[in-house]
């Protein structure tokens, strides 16, 4: 003999099916949805940067297990290929989870420096320097500088045009009082 709830699971499988298939299928579609969103803010900062200055990269990304990074730098200060030199890159979790408040990883932005172990570190901490901060070398590059993006949670979400229109003005900025550690790079 079945319990009720034994019974009305069974009852419903086929719907409970299908919401499960449509929880899975927007699911594989935030992180994805989140990815472009960061994307076009840099892209709409970069841009805006190169009217200034001319001299900004494209935005790129990549992805690891956790999350995904989208990133600039100035022409020449960074090799994409063998990933060496300055740029700076926005990290962001890949789940909505992971951008709630309590996420072990938050969302972050810096100025990254990446080369071989000596020259990460001697040019890492004059980049440091010329922006009066103290930087680490941590996870395979030099942390320069970073800071939170506290504006990007699951409530920011919800108005994404806004949290676009945020994120684009954050990143030009922060590019903007990082340029003169992006300046210091050898050129590649």
Known sequence: MLTKSAEWYIEHFDQISQFEKWIEIVRSEVPREIRNLVKSAADVAVAELSNK??????????????????????????????????CVSAWIPKTPEGLSGDSEYPPVLGLYYEDSKKKMEQVGKQISSALKRIGKIEDGMFTCVQRQLKEINVHALLKPKDLEKELARIFKEFTDAARPGLLLAPKR
């Open 53 to 86: 200055h001319d001299d900004y990269s494209s935005v790129s990304s990549s992805k690891d297990s956790d999350g995904f990074s989208v990133y600039w730098f100035l022409a020449n200060s960074y090799d994409d290929e063998r990933r060496c030199g300055a």
